[in-house]
């Protein structure tokens, strides 16, 4: 069994920055598939940023050149660094992971879920 647990949410401005950490109860290096996933109310949960053990990653078009997830295998933690936010981008975003190969922004693909840390940008 897999435990994630996000922390860095918070409100901000728009233009501003937060990162997102996301700690696992097991080594990050056996996960092979590890992402981002965010969902706005109303809307449908979608995949924001995924990356595998070879550190090959996969962004939604919608935050390209804005966010960059990375992962500390040393510290059993994944990270999203999120630049210049707008309101499009509040949500409730979730840590995913699975042992299978990634990356992959389909959440149908990952097996373990964090709780979520909540993103509010505002204009």
């Known amino acids: 069994q897999v435990q994630l647990v996000e922390s860095g949410g918070g409100s901000v401005q728009s233009g501003g920055s937060l990162r997102l950490s996301c700690v696992a109860s097991v080594s990050t290096y056996r996960l092979h598939c590890m992402g981002w996933f965010r969902q706005a109310p109303g809307k449908e949960r979608e995949g924001v940023a995924a990356i595998d053990s070879d550190g090959k990653t996969k962004y939604a078009d919608s935050v390209k050149d804005r966010f960059t997830i990375s992962k500390d295998n040393a510290k059993n933690t994944m990270y999203l660094q999120m630049n210049s936010l707008n309101p499009e981008d509040t949500a409730m975003y979730y840590c995913?992971?699975?042992?299978?190969?990634?990356?992959?922004?389909?959440?149908?693909?990952?097996?373990?879920w964090g709780q979520g840390t909540q993103v509010t940008v505002s204009s």
């Open positions: 995913a992971a699975d042992y299978a190969p990634g990356p992959s922004l389909l959440d149908n693909e990952y097996n373990y």
